[in-house]
């Protein structure tokens, strides 16, 4: 037998007692019962799916939740009380009755239904309706406008902004909501629950989205204009939801418009609103609404004109809008980084190239889009003045985006200073030799001691590269500049490792004898700890790398060289990494025995 006392043995002490509040408050809907047991929806933070019937051991459950933790959920709960109360103890389907009589005739059986409700007590009968109404869609929406007058065709617009503020003013961020959500998981630190919150206001916000495509593919300009502008303040002024236990609202208002702007542009706003056939009268009715509300708008939510811009610059793109705008635009007064661009795009629309070469050249030093845009168009005017400064421009505010372009579309010859500054700048940024050699003849002798001072200096506060530094003065010949930069670094600080191998050969080649007494002083440091330095695989490939690099480098180190690895060998005997990494490099004698090692004196005085 299925009781309240089944239920409490299969839920915790929490669940079940959730479930009584979730059955008394009239979360349980559709209740009905199938074929082999009892269904309804069940509203907790969304509507689910819940049902139940006699299984081999008992009762069995079934609920659509992401709840999966000690026993039965609330939902559940909620089901289980309800067909106690609508069904009693059995689950299973009673045992078939006998069979009918013969249907009354159509006259009888009002007589029946007649004589019956006068027996019924009042009670019974709101009973049965509750029920009847329940399991009834169709009859339910029948009783919702049994003995009401007919309505009128209702205007979304008349009381959006309140039905917006009730949709969404009475959400609850709590604990239930969170447990109930498909994001739910244990240790979670925020992301899941901030998810899930979005996805609930999406959710919540796509009706009305719904409400205002209807209107836009249906032709109707105007209410949908006037549909989105009062949603947006509307949204824009809520000020909480009835619960955020986890505090993840910074401004309700704020984060509940980001989430309908992004439910109205995964729903195709606001081309959907254009895509409509529009005669002329219907699209300057709803541009001449449009010009004093942006101009005296009754509520200016944050993000205003940009929230606006994709709707105006989609009005600028139609034939049939775009010549009606600029009297619009000039009314609404929107701010410069709303109107340029709207201008721009209403002369590329009307194909007025006088008007769109102007507001390009007033965006230029702002918007790099523009200025290729620009470029684009002076290139196919055959304009070279005006290209020439156009790539000027674009240089100076972008260089990494245009110095290419610059070295791509000019000469030494027809734009000297342009041409040497975009030589320049990629030489310093890519630290490129190659671009050097090219660059080297367009400067002075001051301008190339300073480009290799600025890369010293750059190296040195680690912005730059150690390796173009040292190869820039080795190629100027100052000897006493580049020893006096190599020896000054960390070398197990450089990075990438590969660069101090190359400013070692940069000074072997130049000055070798300073640097052969500085690796005799500063190897055997390094594995005593200088620099914090960690005795293992990466620092003895340093210490091979470089031994073998210079001696290559500087043939007259070869044999101080061989006689400095013998060295380490014999101070290290104990370091066995360090051994293969000198024997691998042909540093040490191949045949060279393992050295011995030293043992540690035991402290007894001999007797």
Request: charged content about 20%; hydrophobic content about 45%; glycine content about 6%.
């Amino acid at each position: 037998m299925f009781t309240r006392q089944t239920l409490r043995r299969l839920a915790n002490d929490n669940s079940y007692r959730r479930g009584e509040d979730y059955y008394d408050e009239g979360h349980v809907e559709k209740l009905r019962r199938e074929a082999d047991g009892f269904a309804a929806t069940v509203r907790g933070s969304r509507p689910y799916r819940v049902a139940l019937h006699q299984g081999p051991a008992g009762p069995e459950f079934s609920c659509n939740c992401p709840y999966a933790f000690d026993g039965i959920c609330k939902h559940m709960v909620a089901l289980g009380l309800a067909v106690l109360d609508a069904y009693g103890s059995e689950l299973t389907s009673p045992n078939p009755a006998p069979a009918a009589a013969p249907p009354l005739a159509d006259q009888a059986l009002a007589a029946a239904i007649k004589a019956a409700w006068s027996d019924r007590r009042k009670g019974d009968k709101l009973r049965f309706l509750k029920q009847a109404l329940a399991k009834n869609d169709g009859l339910a929406r029948q009783f919702l406008g049994f003995g009401q007058p007919a309505a009128a065709p209702t205007d979304p617009l008349a009381d959006l902004p309140a039905r917006l503020a009730d949709t969404l003013g009475v959400l609850d961020f709590d604990e239930d909501f969170w447990e109930n959500s498909e994001s739910f998981y244990e240790d979670d630190e925020g992301d899941g629950l901030q998810e899930a919150a979005d996805e609930l206001l999406r959710d919540t916000l796509e009706p009305f989205a719904a409400e205002l495509l209807h209107l836009a593919r249906g032709g109707q300009f105007a209410p949908a204009l006037r549909y989105w502008a009062t949603a947006c303040g509307a949204l824009s002024q809520l000020e909480e939801p009835a619960s955020d236990d986890f505090g993840l609202f910074g401004d309700y208002g704020t984060d509940v418009l980001h989430q309908w702007h992004s439910v109205l542009a995964a729903a195709g706003w606001p081309a959907a609103l254009l895509a409509a056939v529009l005669p002329p009268a219907a699209l300057a009715a709803g541009l001449a609404w449009l010009g004093p509300h942006l101009a005296d708008p009754p509520v200016r939510w944050p993000s205003f004109e940009a929230s606006w811009q994709p709707l105006l610059l989609a009005l600028a793109t139609d034939a049939a809008a775009a010549p009606m705008l600029p009297p619009l635009l000039a009314q609404a007064a929107l701010g410069p980084a709303a109107a340029g661009p709207l201008r721009l795009r209403l002369a590329q629309t009307m194909a007025d190239d006088v008007a769109w070469a102007q507001t390009a050249e007033a965006l230029l030093p702002t918007d790099a889009a523009v200025a290729q845009q620009l470029i684009n168009f002076y290139t196919s005017q055959a304009d070279r003045p005006a290209l020439l400064r156009t790539a000027a421009t674009a240089f100076a505010t972008w260089p990494d985006q245009f110095g290419d372009y610059v070295l791509r579309a000019f000469t030494p010859t027809t734009a000297p200073t342009l041409y040497r500054d975009a030589l320049r700048h990629r030489a310093q940024a890519n630290h490129s030799l190659p671009d050097y050699a090219l660059l080297r003849p367009l400067l002075s002798a001051a301008e190339t001691a300073a480009f290799v001072q600025a890369a010293v200096e750059a190296a040195q506060a680690r912005r730059g590269s150690v390796a173009f530094a040292a190869q820039l003065l080795a190629q100027a010949g100052d000897v006493t500049a580049l020893r006096g930069f190599v020896l000054g670094l960390e070398w197990l600080a450089v990075s990438p490792p590969y660069h101090s191998e190359i400013a070692l050969m940069a000074l072997a080649a130049a000055d070798p004898i300073p640097l052969m007494l500085e690796l005799e002083t500063r190897l055997p440091a390094y594995l005593h700890g200088r620099a914090n330095a960690k005795r293992g695989a990466f620092l003895y490939e340093r210490i091979g790398r470089w031994l073998v690099s210079l001696r290559g480098t500087a043939p007259r180190l070869a044999e101080p060289i061989l006689r400095l690895a013998q060295e380490l060998r014999e101070e290290f005997p104990t370091l066995h990494g360090l051994r293969d990494v000198l024997r691998r490099e042909g540093l040490l004698v191949a045949a060279e025995p393992d050295l011995p090692v030293p043992k540690k004196k035991s402290g007894r005085k001999p007797r």
